[in-house]
């Protein structure tokens, strides 16, 4: 996609969260957006970013004016690091620097604490099945989950140690057996328009990428693409 196609692109979302609103994304706001393309900041990955602001926008009163794109960098670019390091790009950056690529400043990705992302995971759960947009099939692998996730919920604020890493790699492999089963329930052409819609998003950093390397992070941004249409949390202690 060309620069300017993609700022027209994010032009058309942003007036559709303003309500037909148009705030043109010239000057400035064009060399903002301009940089964000050229960057690699997938399309779908600008948007969620200009989600999240105009969600705190509308959580805060009734609006008063339109939201402008350059009120969202920020929140754009914090989605295109969390995306980096769930495809594992950002991991293959930082490789030889002595980085943690699943780290921001020493930070977990999440930002919460083990007993708060077990909180925040299970209701997520929740909702993803009250949404209904899951098959029935999947009811007994959202059961084992959200069942192992109360048990550790109940003592997550105390486990120290071994017994705290147990938990972790633990929430990890929930995670990948969560991912596997939903892959199933996918028909060939659900499947192969992920696969698209993941190349697609990495197409800006495909070039530099080892066959290998490109693989692991096409997959992790189809599970990525999973979680956000089923409404599905991470489970693995990020």
């Not at 148009?22 to 997938?42: H, N």
Request: aromatic share 6%; net charge positive; charged share 30%.
């Amino acid at each position: 996609m060309q620069i300017a196609d993609y700022c027209r692109e994010v032009e058309a979302y942003l007036c559709r969260k303003n309500d037909g609103h148009l705030i043109r994304i010239v000057g400035l706001s064009f060399d903002l957006v301009s940089a964000w393309a050229s960057r690699g900041v997938p399309l779908r990955i600008a948007c969620r970013g200009i989600d999240r602001y105009v969600e705190r926008y509308y959580a805060k009163g009734p609006r008063r004016r339109p939201v402008r794109i350059d009120f969202c960098e920020a929140d754009v670019l914090e989605a295109f690091d969390e995306w980096r390091r769930t495809t594992g790009l950002a991991a293959d950056a930082a490789a030889g620097t002595g980085n943690d690529g699943d780290r921001l400043g020493g930070r977990r990705l999440s930002g919460l604490s083990l007993p708060a992302h077990l909180e925040r995971a299970l209701r997520r759960l929740t909702s993803a099945r009250a949404s209904g947009a899951l098959d029935a099939t999947f009811d007994r692998v959202l059961d084992e989950v959200s069942r192992e996730l109360d048990a550790a919920r109940q003592t997550a604020g105390g486990v120290r140690g071994a017994a705290r890493q147990a938990l972790v790699e633990r929430l990890a492999a929930l995670d990948r057996e969560m991912l596997r089963a939903l892959r199933l329930t996918l028909d060939e052409a659900s499947r192969a328009a992920l696969t698209r819609e993941a190349e697609e998003d990495l197409t800006a950093f495909r070039a530099g990428m080892a066959a290998d390397v490109f693989a692991r992070a096409r997959d992790a941004a189809v599970d990525r693409l999973l979680r956000e249409r089923f409404g599905l949390p991470t489970v693995a202690f990020l």
